[in-house]
């Protein structure tokens, strides 16, 4: 089995609950809790050196995400928190079942409402508080409006899939040679229903017009 790259520091040790995976490749230092179903990476940087890093149940924190904050501080990702691939948290409040995208930068004391969207790329500043259910974006971000059904029935099922992803891990990701070459009828990962906010956007518009028309849509 793959162990995690853990550090202590000044005595303090990081704690994984035990049906959590982080991956091998990330590292944790010194003060950082990951609570009990979390998923941990490959190259995601936890350190807590300074303050405290805490990854509440069914959090995950993806490839190259990095927390860190300033000393006497928490960072928090509180309950099904889900923090795309290359995220920065600093010092920072993730509220329960948020979702910060791809290579967002939260800063110092700023509060993510419950069950908020962070843009891919946006840079939240320190101190900003976003209302629970809000869609934030830009540089530096703003609050642009509430959060569709849709859009938040995609956000539960995506951070459904990477708790799934937790499981799969545990039980079956182990490191490996490469093949030489490619398989017959190489295996492919099925998941009905995991697609792009887009896509499913596409689709609903797409049976919007076959019922206004009265039309089978053609694809």
Not at 29 to 47: E, K, N
Not at 86 to 112: P, Q, S, Y
Request: a negative charge.
């Amino acid at each position: 089995m793959n162990r995690p790259r853990v550090f202590a520091i000044d005595g303090i040790v990081p704690v994984i609950d035990p049906s959590a995976y982080v991956h091998p490749a990330a590292v944790l230092i010194g003060d950082v809790i990951v609570g009990p179903g979390c998923y941990v990476g490959p190259c995601a940087s936890l350190r807590g050196d300074f303050g405290r890093l805490i990854l509440e149940e069914g959090v995950n924190v993806q490839d190259t995400c990095v927390m860190h904050g300033f000393p006497g501080t928490d960072t928090v990702i509180e309950q099904d928190g889900h923090i795309g691939h290359g995220a920065v948290l600093h010092g920072c409040r993730i509220g329960r079942n948020a979702l910060v995208g791809m290579n967002a930068v939260i800063m110092d004391n700023a509060v993510i409402g419950e069950s908020s969207i962070v843009a891919a790329c946006a840079f939240v500043r320190a101190g900003m508080e976003v209302p629970a259910r809000s869609l934030v974006g830009g540089v530096p971000a703003k609050v642009m409006r509430l959060l569709s059904e849709q859009e938040m029935a995609w956000k539960i099922d995506g951070t459904l899939t990477y708790q799934e992803l937790t499981r799969r891990s545990l039980a079956t990701l182990v490191e490996t040679e490469a093949l030489a070459a490619v398989e017959p009828d190489r295996k492919r990962f099925d998941m009905p229903g995991v697609q792009p906010l887009i896509e499913l956007r596409r689709q609903a518009q797409a049976g919007e017009q076959e019922r206004e028309s009265g039309a089978p849509h053609s694809p």
